[in-house]
């Protein structure tokens, strides 16, 4: 969202008031923001207990003696799978349905907390059986299909590290990810279902793994797409055969609080993906927390559903940690919105009786277009609690999700967060907070959130700023995989000096007079196309990759569909230039960076140039790129060594 439009947000009058009837049942209310006002630590401390079961009770709630490297509840001991499974079945939740999952093709099955728990224990000792063990690192590559949560809760339960890439990310991705982490094993599908087709996923892995020397010794492979795969003998093997013949007991051991859960791939201001760290009990205490109090989560009645994929936090957080850990029945969807017909989520959430849906408002908006006559074909009547995350929500949206989507009834929360952050730190709270349009609103108790200006002091509301945590929370990242240097230098150094040990998150927000938080996007270099973060370097290094590029820009646009488009300037070499149409070079172009990276990074519009708006210390100013795309007015252009050139780009584009 350009940073601009605030002043029109800010006018936004509409209020939404909590219902009586909503807050006489609600599972959040004052008394928690109290609690934590008060005491902190006291309060997650209290979470941790309340909510999970700990092998061995913790002593000590934070240790933050060695900032920013935090440790919570250091000394207790946990299972994170274990909390998710065997305890709902020892309570006498063993047939409450775990996951109602829908395939793409009409497909479905109902996982039951006992059937699902027998499942992991499976794959538990197969993972065993291929020799791995605590803090080893597994990938997993796999489509939305149960075997995904099943896969993630194994690895989980060894405590060994999960890293989950996502389906629609190239082979070239999937290889400095598993090289990254060091992977030893693989767990991918042979394909799944998207738009009406199966997506070959096997493959990709052999692209990744082909002709080096790599640390991963075996691929496991999930039956989904039928599709023909090639086999290497010896490192292959079928999911469904090895756990068939697995022992269906296994015992949850307990392991540290910090011991590593996931590491899971992000963009950053570089290049190069960062490999972001989360740990178990601290994480899991607040996912868990969060999706209870945000989504107001009755676990005997409601039906949940996020719609987000497991490759990302969100599916993390709130698809497997939050909901399993609070033995919620959730509806999990292999498949596009629109396949095969515009309606189907809307069919699903009917089918189900869907009661809290959590989605992303680059979905909303895509359905607003298309109008409300396919939602208003199916009884939604059984919703009413809508969640919205990955991107500023704008009002418009957020109120034809609430009257069209939601009755007119549904309180909307928007929840601010990040992978880095691992659970929801800015939103409403459903019952308790009067929803203002367009604003995540305020910390959830017991977060720490400051709107600093550049010189590290505090902004007195209504005013803008970068928007800080000041204090450590426990689903806080723990780390940036092999890279503790960069992990200091991205989150912790940019107020260190000025106002201490603050963590950064790379947003620009403003805080109105009210004290509620509005996010007004990145104030780096990294891109959010439909609620995925994307660096403008890392589509950059992609293009140059091209044999016929010489130098490429790349600048997020404002998009009405997906909030910012991928949008690329490039500078082709001179002899390859003749070589081929300036039409033909774009669509090279735009699929080899599908290829490098996967289709999510394939540029919108590429401007093939001659030139790039540089400073005279030679960085390129996007700033101006970006208001070309935007096709506002160009600004300030004096630090340019050459201020001719943006004219000629301009001219150029016409
Ligand atoms: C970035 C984090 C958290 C899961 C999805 C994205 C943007 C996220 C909101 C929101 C405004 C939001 C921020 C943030 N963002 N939620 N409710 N309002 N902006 O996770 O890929 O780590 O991206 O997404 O810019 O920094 P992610």
Known sequence: MPSNSIDSLLHEERRFPPSENFTSQAIASQAIYDEAATDRLGFWANQARTLLHWHKDFSETLDWSNPPFAKWFADGKINVAYNCLDRHVQAGNGDRV???WEGEPGDSRSITYAELTVEVKRAANVLLSLGIGQGDRVAIYLPMIPEAVVAMLAVARIGAVHTVIFGGFSSESLRSRIDDASAKLVITADG?????????????????LAGKKSTVGNVLVVRRGENVVDWVDGRDRWWHEELASADAEHEAEAFEAENPLFILYTSGTTGKPKGILHTSGGYLTQVASTHKNVFDLHPESDVYWCTADVGWITGHSYVVYGPLANGATQVLYEGTPDTPHPGRWWEIIQKYGVS??????????SFMKIGREVPNGFDLTSLRVLGSVGEPINPEAWVWYRDIIGGGTAPVVDTWWQTETGAIMISGLPGVTT?????????????????LGEDGTRVDPPNGGLLVVSEPWPSMLRGIWGDPERFQETYWDRFKALSGTKYFAGDGAHVDADGDIWLLGRVDDVMNISGHRLSTAEIESALVSHRIVAEAAVVGAADEATGQAVVAFVILKSKQAKKQTTDEAVAMLRSHVAEQIGAIARPKQIFIVNELPKTRSGKIMRRLLQDVAEGREIGDTTTLADTSVMQIITDKMK
Do not use: E
Request: aromatic share 8%; proline share 11%.
């Open 98 to 100: 775990a996951i109602h």
């Open 192 to 208: 799944g279902w998207r738009k009406g087709k199966v997506f070959p996923l096997k493959g990709a892995v052999d692209g990744a």
């Open 356 to 365: 809290i849906f959590y989605t992303a408002p680059t979905a909303i908006r």
């Open 435 to 451: 929803l203002k349009p367009g604003s995540a609103q305020v910390p959830i108790p017991g977060i720490k959130i400051d709107i």
